[in-house]
């Protein structure tokens, strides 16, 4: 579907109109018992591990934070595309930032780290090729990742260890073959 978020918002503005507040709640969705520790364990073997959520970015971090994959003293480099030259763009420029080379870049990423509660294989196409169609279906929108072997190395000059978090648009175009490299 295209222009889905303007439509939304559009519908939702249609919808929520000459409306009283008579309360407002939250709700903490808790991690099982022993999933940070599962992540912790895992990062030694260097088992690939995502984190996809169906939510927001921030939810997205909140999750990362609250399973041990991401801390407090990463730096989180928050980048949103919504086409494959913005995303090889943003990649280049967030790699150049921080004095990634693309070819050590990509000989650490083969055990690239994040959070998944999905199969992203599952998403490609019979050809191998990610399906738009798929990943909205899938509804991802908050991404975050890291690694510590691999975080350990990709690091700021000031040595601090960098957080990738993406949105669903962005996923879209890193999962294709010919970007996944640079991730």
């Not at 991690?31 to 599962?38: H, M, S, T």
Request: glycine share 10%.
């Amino acid at each position: 579907m295209q222009e889905r978020s303007a439509k939304l918002r559009q519908a939702a503005g249609l919808v929520e109109c000459n409306l009283t507040l008579l309360g407002a709640t939250g709700i903490e969705d808790m991690l099982q018992d022993g999933v940070p520790e599962a992540i912790e364990s895992l990062r030694p073997a260097g088992i690939k591990v995502w984190v996809l959520t169906g939510d927001k970015q921030e939810t997205a971090i909140s999750i990362g934070l609250s399973c041990g994959l991401l801390t407090q003293s990463m730096h989180s480099i928050i980048t949103n595309g919504s086409s494959e030259f913005e995303c090889r763009r943003l990649l280049a420029e967030a790699k150049s930032n921080y004095g990634i080379k693309s070819a050590d870049f990509r000989r650490d990423s083969h055990g690239a780290e994040g959070l998944c509660n999905g199969d992203i294989s599952k998403l490609r196409s019979s050809n191998g090729h990610m399906s738009e169609s798929a990943i909205q279906n899938f509804e991802l929108t908050g991404v975050a990742g890291n690694k510590s072997e691999y975080s350990e190395k990709v690091t700021n000059f000031d040595g601090t260890k960098l957080a990738l978090i993406i949105d669903g648009s962005f996923l879209v175009y890193v999962l294709e073959k010919d970007l996944e490299s640079e991730v």
